[in-house]
């Protein structure tokens, strides 16, 4: 393959190094010894014409081999279709090991399931399924509470294995099964594994690769072809690499590492692309935090990210599963697209002021911007450690809030976390009642909640044209409910000093 130089990408986060040596970028798309186009007419079957393009001269190889590298991902997609080698751009059957559904698509693939297997069709595997209510959960909308039922009813016809029902929803620690925010449930329920292709009908599956694993959104057509088979056609996608050093400063999160990298190559520079992250930086991060990294690579276009699993990843999946699982690595002579090297103690906290996840700013170039309210939350930030950095800053500072501060824990393990969990630092006192003293909302029942609007009685569910300061991942016009709201993406850091002042804050205000 030839290689090609490319300018740099321009940024304070790059070192002055790397400005100088420039990029490689490579050319990964599959060469075909022929194309034709042929001409016909309307009645005649006769071809007019055949165009084959030059043919490039073939050398012989010097070792003997012609099999070449491929990075992380394109490994997972050669195992997963029983390929020894695959490039960038061929289109292959891929075996699914997990395909997730929940309240919103769940009903959509599971009509198409029936209309193109048939009404008494079984699924292909009832134990590589899993059914997750979780967006529209605490309303009480009629037709969002029939989605559930449409799940429980399907469920209980195919006999699926993995359905984590609610039925109470006046009280959900009464419904056991419950579990909230699937990307962050399937984690903790040991449903992610290195190596292996996991698929959803939400655009966030992503924050799986955290797992050393291929995750990535599907629609509901797709869903219900994967119902019935278990495979799906995808294209391998090329792979840009994120090389990120140096020590993280403690005012920053892995949120502010990904909102750097969105603003950097913007919402569409990773277009069906993976984005594999590595480096000492990443090493150093927990698995809650690479989830975070990984949940927002689709802002960015991307098709998948992807963290290696090690010594972390293992230690955090020895109580979550018992299943074999195989790690894969990309190889040294592997074939990036592009790759970016970042000094992360260089950076400094950041948002994305409205209305796009690629509209980045230092948070303190924000603060004069005045802001209603705080919402922490989401499967982006709404994780046991989202909550206990934004109590961490809390104590830290000693003052209430001055403006309303949502708090929704992605599950129910979360919530439970909240509550029962020391703050280290702080003389052995909870993260609810670090919040109770800082004058927050109760923390509200484990759901996708206000994240993405939903039903208007949703729970701090923007209902007026307001500012808010959001641990979320998207802040489109109508994301949480008004479409004249104003959304301010950021890290639960920069999200609970902002929720002291009333304005957009720099967490170093509080923790240095």
């Not at 699982?325 to 002021?353: C, H, M, N, T």
Request: hydrophobic content about 35%.
């Amino acid at each position: 393959m030839a290689a090609s130089s490319v300018l740099p990408p321009t940024s304070s986060f790059l070192s002055d190094k790397q400005k100088d040596v420039g990029f490689s970028s490579f050319c990964t798309q599959p060469s075909f010894p022929c194309s034709a186009q042929v001409s016909k007419k309307m009645v005649s079957k006769k071809v007019v014409s055949v165009m084959t393009p030059q043919q490039s001269e073939r050398k012989p190889s010097t070792t003997g081999a012609v099999k070449t590298g491929m990075t992380m991902t394109e490994k997972i997609f050669a195992r997963a279709s029983e390929k020894s080698q695959l490039i960038p751009g061929e289109n292959v059957w891929v075996n699914v090991d997990i395909l997730m559904t929940h309240d919103v698509c769940g009903p959509g693939s599971i009509g198409i399931f029936k209309k193109e297997f048939g009404k008494n069709a079984k699924v292909w595997d009832r134990e590589k399924i899993v059914i997750i209510p979780d967006h529209y959960i605490f309303t009480a909308d009629e037709r969002a509470n029939r989605n559930v039922d449409i799940l429980r009813d399907f469920c209980n016809e195919q006999d699926i294995k993995y359905f984590y029902d609610i039925k109470d929803l006046g009280n959900f620690k009464a419904n056991p099964d419950y579990k909230g925010v699937c990307h962050v449930a399937l984690a903790q329920e040991g449903h992610c594994r290195p190596g292996e292709v996991l698929l959803g009908t939400d655009s966030h599956t992503c924050t799986a690769g955290a797992f050393g694993q291929f995750a990535t959104g599907i629609g509901n057509t797709d869903a219900g072809f994967v119902l019935g088979t278990g495979k799906l056609l995808l294209k391998v996608p090329p792979t840009l690499r994120f090389v990120m050093d140096g020590e993280m400063p403690d005012y920053l999160l892995a949120k502010d590492l990904i909102l750097q990298i969105i603003g950097e190559i913007s919402v569409a520079g990773a277009t069906y692309k993976a984005m594999e992250f590595v480096g000492s930086t990443v090493e150093s991060l927990t698995m809650e935090e690479r989830m975070t990294l990984c949940n927002m690579v689709v802002e960015a276009g991307g098709k998948n990210g992807i963290v290696p699993a090690d010594s972390t990843t293992f230690k955090y999946l020895e109580d979550k599963t018992s299943l074999p699982y195989e790690p894969v690595y990309s190889d040294g002579q592997a074939r990036f697209l592009q790759e970016y090297r970042i000094d992360v103690s260089k950076l400094e906290p950041l948002v994305a002021k409205p209305h796009s996840p690629d509209n980045r700013a230092l948070a303190r170039e924000c603060k004069d911007v005045k802001i209603d309210r705080v919402y922490i939350g989401s499967c982006t930030g709404g994780k046991t450690e989202d909550f206990m950095a934004a109590a961490k800053l809390f104590h830290a500072s000693g003052k209430k809030v001055k403006v309303p501060t949502f708090l929704v824990p992605a599950t129910q393990k979360v919530w439970m976390d909240v509550y029962s969990l020391p703050v280290p630092g702080a003389g052995g006192k909870t993260c609810s009642q670090i919040f109770e003293e800082a004058g927050c909302d109760t923390p509200a029942s484990p759901s996708c909640g206000a994240c993405l609007g939903g039903p208007r009685d949703t729970y701090a569910r923007m209902n007026e044209a307001q500012v808010c300061v959001s641990t979320t991942n998207r802040n489109f016009p109508g994301r949480m409910g008004h479409k004249e709201g104003q959304i301010y993406l950021a890290s639960p850091y920069t999200a609970a000093a902002s929720a002291l002042t009333g304005f957009v804050t720099d967490p170093r205000d509080f923790l240095q």
